[in-house]
T-cell receptor, first 114, second 114 residues
Framework: GNSVTQMEGPVTLSEEAFLTINCTYTATGYPSLFWYVQYPGEGLQLLLKATKADDKGSNKGFEATYRKETTSFHLEKGSVQVSDSAVYFCALTFSYNQGGKLIFGQGTELSVKP | NAGVTQTPKFQVLKTGQSMTLQCAQDMNHEYMSWYRQDPGMGLRLIHYSVGAGITDQGEVPNGYNVSRSTTEDFPLRLLSAAPSQTSVYFC?????????????FGPGTRLTVL
């Protein structure tokens, strides 16, 4: 079946460090890929997305490239800030998914220390 | 424009009690969904709707009921609460137009079943 796997958390970094959160997927077909972020006490917000192979999604200094050959969509940021502390979810969907259903990874908690 | 709203924010139930989690959106979105979030498991789809009067089951529908009488509202009913339903519940909505369009999430309801 279709699934998303993320690296285990929590990830703890110092401010201005480089961030990578790994995400790989298993899918029959060609999904669209997303990163959602959940700040403490809030709902999920879309961070970025990519809809086809080799697309790069970017937003707020974060970026991720859709790699079909490695079935990956790793999230990166060059210099993290304390305000980036949150839980990050990788997710996928298909054009044929009724209701726009999303399949989520388990989430990776990021903690950035000053 | 309030987006997606959920009530209550917190709820404690005893085993066997019933309750309804409310969800409303003011964006005129056709698609609405309920997810539950459990530690280490990401978000899992409970039920979804593609329009007023149309609902369908997601990945984990047992113990939950939904109906959609208006475009705006999509309540989730717990018929007889069980401790396994202790979770954080998120409602989401999306326009029907494009499957890669943003899903908007509410702030969540944290439910504890004793």
């Amino acid at each position: 079946g279709n699934s998303v796997t993320q690296m285990e958390g929590p990830v703890t970094l110092s401010e201005e460090a480089f961030l990578t959160i790994n995400c790989t997927y298993t899918a029959t077909g060609y999904p669209s890929l997303f990163w959602y972020v959940q700040y403490p006490g809030e709902g999920l917000q879309l961070l970025l997305k990519a809809t086809k192979a080799d697309d790069k999604g970017s937003n707020k200094g974060f970026e991720a490239t859709y790699r079909k050959e490695t079935t990956s969509f790793h999230l990166e940021k060059g210099s993290v800030q304390v305000s980036d502390s949150a839980v990050y979810f990788c997710a996928l969907t298909f054009s044929y998914n009724q209701g726009g259903k999303l399949i989520f990874g388990q989430g990776t908690e990021l903690s950035v220390k000053p | 424009n309030a987006g997606v709203t959920q009530t209550p924010k917190f709820q404690v139930l005893k085993t066997g009690q019933s309750m309804t989690l409310q969800c409303a959106q003011d964006m005129n979105h056709e698609y609405m969904s309920w997810y539950r979030q459990d530690p280490g498991m990401g978000l899992r789809l409970i039920h979804y709707s593609v329009g007023a009067g149309i609902t369908d089951q997601g990945e984990v529908p047992n113990g939950y009921n939904v109906s959609r009488s208006t475009t705006e509202d999509f309540p989730l009913r717990l018929l007889s609460a069980a401790p396994s339903q202790t979770s954080v519940y998120f409602c989401a909505s999306r326009a029907a137009g494009g499957y890669t369009d943003t899903q908007y999430f509410g702030p969540g309801t944290r439910l504890t079943v004793l």
